[in-house]
């Protein structure tokens, strides 16, 4: 019996790559007006299952079938052709173009001689636009957006293709709080409007909030498929890890000890103004503010990967330099960056040369590299942070986008940092794998090291901060401590919403 | 999930870098039967002392393109500089000569290392202009003149243009010299801090700077081993023409880079070995020799090796897209 408004529906279909089967024999069913969530751990395939449909491969085997009749999806324009399109995990817009030249790709409106035309540009760029509930001059370029217009805007550029099925992978994981609020909107509405819409989360209220249906993936196979109201958080995770979890997120009690790092009135212009605090060891010290708010700026500035235009910062009393990261990291000040595929990572390296990037000067002597060391290093992280690799010698690039982020954090730990500062640590992990993090995060805090750790995850933020800065538009308003920190005071102060306790 | 590592990728990897040694050994087979006396020892001296000069520039070029700045294009200038200054220098003695003619080189390629480490200019922009700057002012100081060295017996200069000829147990000195350079270069490349940097450098330069990697001294670095490298070559070039002059490397640079590339150093930076580098520039050689003794002109000997550099950059674009590595 299919039912009416089946919109795609796959039958025993696999992928391999070389040394493994990423997706395995799946079965699925798509319907038209319909939220289906993927759920699953790090390297489960449901990227790859995804990628799939949208033609990234011409070596999947098995039957994809749209209205009953088997397609071959074997390039992406096949696959655009039949009305599917994809936001990727990792945005695909070009920063230094204007919004309509990234909307409009690929089918740019020319006048007489092939020169450009603007007005029908903006028009239609306008138009897309306005699908999404986005008003901002096309013109612009992509880089002056926020993270959150920018996802809009590739939103846009996929439904411009006029889609019936769109898949979207982990589209809220750069996104704060009401910023999700506004796209779960866009997504009712488009339902609506009777698209078929795939939704990959690991993140366990928004799939209750949003999803009609789950499939869980695990391993490669698909476990299940249930509708919503069938499930309960936790049953759903017992379903992707394969046992019981009781607790998600960990907390911490408030510690510190000395004083490590002092940071006075630094101010970088148009980024963050006057901005003064202490961080002791210990202590994790969370930063609680929308994107946009000089988070991540502030970070920066602060380890010296970008300038300083006034102010100072002290670790264990002695002045930074400005401006000079390698300097600090061997100081023992470390980031952890929050764009891991632009940044993070050498995506074309090895497992194992990434983790010990940042830690030539412990494994070289008179400037020979001395390789004994490696392969525990490379070992011990691999496996306090369950790096699920075929080897350490497999590209990082071809690593599920969860254990992407587990190398990348490894890299910074295996530098064993005084102070560290986390900028979304669990961008894009499971559950399973989010805790493991967080203990590691809580590990290195309880043997004496001191944490700055930014993240638009609230329970994260609430659990592990022994106190948390509130900054808005690059001021720091003040601060939380320990008894009023929860996921509702944060939200509030992140929003302007914060009166001192103590006047 | 069933992970296993393929034997087959393994074997394919040996293939790839064995690959270059492979189409020499054909081009040697070719060589041999196009001239019957090809396979004797000397000749196997020949062709190595014909490739000197260049392997001598490629395998210094290898560790600019290795660390992701694609070529040094003020090498040929660095040659000529380097030569002309050592035989400016003669009459201070040989030895303070060559010490001259190497630190002119090596000052060029200290202000490109600067230029393109520090102040992040283009590599092949900074380094075009370089090549054409050092030229008109290589002309301007020595009035567009061709500087011969004092050649009479006993002289200092008798002595430098004995250096090309000169034979240690009946090898060339100049092979041996590439010879160290390229086992040098190898070690450091990858048993050395520095090397392991570059590659870091090479692969992905936002995230070496994420790693507390120091950016701009690494590049300085390569930029200054490149321009050894030239300087090396520079000396030998003139001892062999016995002459200094502004036009003398003409042509190395795109020559070294062909020879990187078709060795297996990935443009893109952060691949590649200096094995691969020899075998890349053995070819090169082996082009040539069966080229002349098929009767092709010189100018179509370029021809060739134009096609040759399109061809080996083309594969390695079809070989990284084809394994998906292709995340640039
Ligand atoms: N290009 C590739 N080459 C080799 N293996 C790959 C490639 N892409 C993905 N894989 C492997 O396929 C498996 C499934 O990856 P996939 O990206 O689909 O996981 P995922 O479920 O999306 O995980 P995440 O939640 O971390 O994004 C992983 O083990 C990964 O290592
Ligand atoms: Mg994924």
């Known amino acids: 019996m299919e039912s009416i408004n089946l919109a795609l529906s796959m039958q025993g279909v696999s992928k391999r790559f070389p040394g493994m089967l990423a997706v395995d024999n799946v079965d699925l069913d798509l319907h038209a007006g319909e939220v289906h969530a993927i759920m699953g751990e790090n390297g489960a395939g449901k990227s790859t299952l995804m990628k799939i449909i949208t033609g990234s491969f011409s070596d999947y085997t098995g039957v994809v079938k749209m209205g009953g009749r088997p397609v071959a999806l074997h390039s992406p324009a096949a696959a655009k052709e039949y009305g599917i399109g994809m936001v990727y995990q990792e945005l695909s817009l070009a920063p230094p173009i204007s919004i309509a030249e990234n909307l409009l790709a690929g089918r740019l409106p020319a006048g007489r001689l092939g020169l450009l035309d603007r007005k029908a540009m903006a028009r239609e760029a306008r138009h897309c636009l306005s699908e999404v509930g986005l008003d901002v001059d096309p013109f612009k370029t992509v880089e002056e957006l926020s993270q959150h217009e920018a996802q809009l805007v590739e939103i846009a550029k996929v439904l411009g293709n006029r889609p019936c099925i769109l898949i979207m992978d982990e589209p809220t994981s750069a996104l704060s709080q009401d910023e999700v609020q506004r796209l779960f909107s866009m997504i009712r509405h488009l339902k609506n409007r009777g698209l078929a819409i795939v939704y990959i989360s690991h993140h366990l209220p928004e799939v209750f909030e949003i999803a009609d249906k789950v499939t869980v993936m695990r391993d490669g196979r698909k476990i299940a498929t249930k509708e919503i109201h069938e499930l309960t958080p936790r049953s759903l995770v017992q379903m992707m890890v394969g046992q019981d979890i009781d607790e998600f997120y960990r907390h911490r009690e408030a510690k510190s000890g000395w004083l490590v790092l002092q940071v006075n009135n630094l101010t970088r212009l148009g980024f963050f103004h006057d901005v003064s605090f202490e961080l002791h060891s210990g202590e994790i010290l969370g930063i609680a503010g929308l994107s946009g708010s000089g988070r991540t700026e502030l970070a920066r500035s602060l380890c010296g990967l970008d300038p300083v235009d006034a102010g100072q910062v002290f670790l264990e009393n002695a002045p930074l330099k400005p401006a000079n990261y390698p300097d600090t990291l061997q100081r023992g000040l470390v980031y952890l960056t929050e764009d891991r595929k632009q940044e993070g990572l050498f995506l074309r390296l090895s497992v194992r040369r990434n983790v010990i990037a940042s830690i030539f000067p412990l494994l070289t002597r008179f400037g020979i590299y001395r390789p004994e060391k490696e392969t525990a290093v490379v070992r011990r992280w691999s496996e306090t942070l369950g790096i699920a690799a075929a080897s350490p010698d497999v590209g990082a690039g071809t690593l599920s986008g969860g254990n992407q982020q587990k190398v990348l954090l490894g890299k910074c730990l295996a530098t064993n940092p005084e102070v560290l500062i986390l900028d979304e640590p669990s961008r894009g992990v499971d559950v399973g794998a989010k805790r493991k993090i967080h203990e590691a995060v809580m590990a290195l805090a309880d043997s004496g090291a001191a944490v700055l750790l930014i993240s638009s995850d609230l329970p994260e933020l609430a659990g592990l901060s022994s106190r948390a800065l509130i900054l808005r538009n690059g001021r720091l308003l003040g601060i939380l401590e320990k008894a009023e920190l929860s996921e509702e005071s944060l939200l509030l102060a992140a929003n302007g919403h914060w009166e001192p306790s103590h006047a | ?328």
């Open chain 2, 1 to 328: 999930m069933p992970r296993t590592a393929s034997p087959k990728n393994i074997v394919s990897a040996a293939v790839e870098s064995a690959g270059i040694y492979l189409v020499a050994l054909l081009l040697a087979a070719g060589c041999a039967m196009a001239s019957p006396d090809f396979l004797t020892p000397e000749s196997f001296l020949r062709i190595l002392s014909a490739v000197s000069l260049l392997g001598i520039v490629a395998a210094g070029m290898a560790f600019v393109t290795y660390s992701g700045n694609m070529a040094d294009l003020s090498i040929p200038s660095i040659i000529a500089f380097s030569g002309i200054v050592t035989v400016a220098a003669l009459p201070l003695g040989l030895p303070l000569a060559l010490v001259c003619g190497t630190l002119a080189g090596l000052a060029v390629g200290a202000m490109n290392g600067l230029v393109v480490g520090v102040l992040q200019a283009n590599p092949i922009l900074w380094t075009l202009s370089v090549a054409f700057f050092m030229e008109g002012f290589m002309r301007f100081a020595w009035s567009n003149n061709q500087l011969y060295p004092d050649t009479a017996l006993g002289t200092p200069g008798a002595s430098f243009i004995h250096i090309f000829r000169l034979t240690i147990a009946g090898i060339p000195l100049i092979v041996l010299v590439m010879l160290g350079l390229f086992v040098a270069g190898h070690f450091l490349m990858t048993r050395t801090r520095f090397g392991r940097e570059s590659q870091l450098l090479g692969s992905c330069r936002a995230a070496a700077l994420t790693s507390g990697i120091r950016v701009p001294k690494v590049v300085f670095c390569n930029f200054l081993l490149a321009a050894f490298a030239a300087s090396i070559a520079g000396v030998f070039l003139t001892s062999m023409n016995k002459l200094g002059v502004f036009y003398l490397g003409q042509g190395y640079d795109f020559k070294a880079v062909t020879a990187v590339v078709l060795g297996g150093v990935m443009l893109s930076g952060g691949r590649g070995h200096l094995p691969g580098v020899f075998g890349g520039v053995l070819v090169i050689g082996l082009l040539t020799d069966l080229m002349q003794h098929l009767g092709v002109t010189a100018f179509r000997q370029n021809i060739v090796t134009g096609i040759v550099f399109i061809a080996a950059v083309g594969w390695q674009q079809y070989r990284l897209r084809a394994q998906g590595k292709d995340y640039a």
